[in-house]
């Protein structure tokens, strides 16, 4: 069957119309006429892969990584990056439109970085000696040499792993953002560690730290932030500081007295906007980003931010005379009682930090009966995947 596909849906996948029902074609990309197989069908929507290209889209290039097809990691890897910005902010504007009524003009143009060697972090596995990613929706290993997604020293680290008699189970990698600092946390066996003793900055192996220090530093703007390796780190060292520089702009326009600081992490977010509010709470319940935080605060000597260790539910209702609450949930969103204390807190400004504009754009239908939503402004942290992050401003109505 010959179909032309009209826009791509929010994973990535080509969209067109097959006996009155959606068709979601797996690598088909706007304008395309192909040929497909159909591999699913119920009664909502159908399933089909591309047999032939007929039509080729001017956006459809060849996908650099040698993985690619068993990987899963990178979905849009066969479009121009322009097409892969331009599809996630029609994504943003049709998702804030459908539940949370905010019309399109409000969800800005994208703010990207480079679309490879943007990653500080990757979590690879072992099996049978080697080393790779997981395949999409499985626990095989595709082994790997290199990832596009990350930086030169971490390829380098990949290069020495695959060099050395590993037995692994599972190693992080992690740099700094300037790419300079690498830390490696590995957990099974090798034959000799010293190779990649050689290679990195910070190694931890088993638990135990065969370096002298175990926790690396990055700069974000003109703030240093401690990472260690169980600690939360946003994973673009390009974009991040753009991410942060909007939240910066929000609270240099309010100057405001009190603020929140929810699902804080290492504490990042708030040091970085710390000199222009007086007083900073950040509240995250990870043990080891708490250590963290605390860390960043000295190290940043700043004496106006203080932090709790619980959940973001179990201690909402304690805040009173909140000018401003930073939002930055994971995944799942804002969990009811948090939503119903912010808008009992009532404080005059929401920044809602999210990456995943289904929950925000969920969350944000439920904040607007009190709040006006003054801009969406979409981040593309995670590019070459369909995720997208996305900095939404709220002022109390
Ligand atoms: C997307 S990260 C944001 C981190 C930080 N704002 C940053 O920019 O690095 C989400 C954070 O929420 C924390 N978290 C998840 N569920 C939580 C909860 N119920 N209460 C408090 N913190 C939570 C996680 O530990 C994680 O650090």
Do not use: W
Not at 61 to 87: F, R, V, W
Not at 277 to 289: L, M, P, T
Not at 376 to 396: K, T
């Amino acid at each position: 069957m010959i179909v032309t596909i009209e826009k791509l849906d929010h994973f990535g996948r080509g969209l067109c119309k097959v006996n009155d029902k959606v068709c979601f074609v797996e690598g088909a990309l706007p304008g395309e006429e192909v040929e497909i197989d159909i591999i699913k069908e119920n009664k909502n929507f159908i399933e089909a892969k591309v047999l032939t290209i007929i039509n080729e889209s001017e956006h459809r290039i060849t996908p650099k990584c040698p993985y690619y097809d068993a990987c899963g990691g990178c979905t849009h890897q066969h479009m121009t990056y322009e097409l892969e910005n331009e599809s996630k902010v029609n994504k943003v504007k049709e998702l804030m439109e459908r539940f949370a009524h905010i019309s399109p003009d409000l969800v800005k143009d994208m703010v990207s970085g480079t679309e490879y060697n943007y990653r500080n972090k990757i979590i690879l596995h072992g099996l049978n000696g080697k080393i790779g990613f997981y395949e999409e929706k499985t626990h095989s290993v595709i082994p790997i040499k290199k990832c596009l997604l990350v930086s030169p020293k971490m390829n380098n680290i990949i290069k020495i792993l695959n060099k050395i008699n590993v037995q692994i189970l599972e190693v992080l990698i992690r740099c700094s953002n300037d790419g300079e600092m690498t830390l490696v946390e590995l957990e099974g066996k090798v034959s000799d560690i010293k190779p990649l003793q050689d290679v990195c900055d910070i190694l931890i192996y088993n638990g135990m730290i065969m370096s002298e220090h175990d926790e690396l530093i990055s700069k974000i703007g003109d703030k240093d932030f401690f990472i260690s390796y169980s600690s939360f780190f946003q994973v673009n060292r390009k974009v991040t500081k753009k991410l942060y520089d909007r939240v910066l702009k929000e609270v240099k326009k309010k100057k405001p007295n009190k603020v929140l600081d929810l699902y804080c992490g290492a504490g990042t977010i708030g040091i970085y906007v710390s000199d222009y509010a007086k007083e900073i709470i950040g509240v995250d319940n990870n043990g080891s980003n708490i250590v963290d935080a605390n860390k960043n605060k000295e190290l940043n000597h700043v004496e106006n931010i203080s932090f709790i260790c619980d959940k973001v539910e179990n201690k909402i209702d304690s805040f009173t005379d909140i000018d401003m609450i930073i939002v930055d949930p994971p995944r799942s969103g804002l969990d009811t009682k948090t939503k119903e204390y912010l808008t009992k807190i009532n404080p005059e400004t929401i920044v809602y930090v999210s990456c995943d504009p289904v929950t925000l754009a969920r969350d944000l239908g439920e904040l607007n009966n009190n709040y006006e939503i003054k801009s969406v402004e979409p981040f593309n942290m995670f590019p070459r995947s369909s995720h997208v992050e996305c900095v939404c401003i709220l002022e109390r109505i």
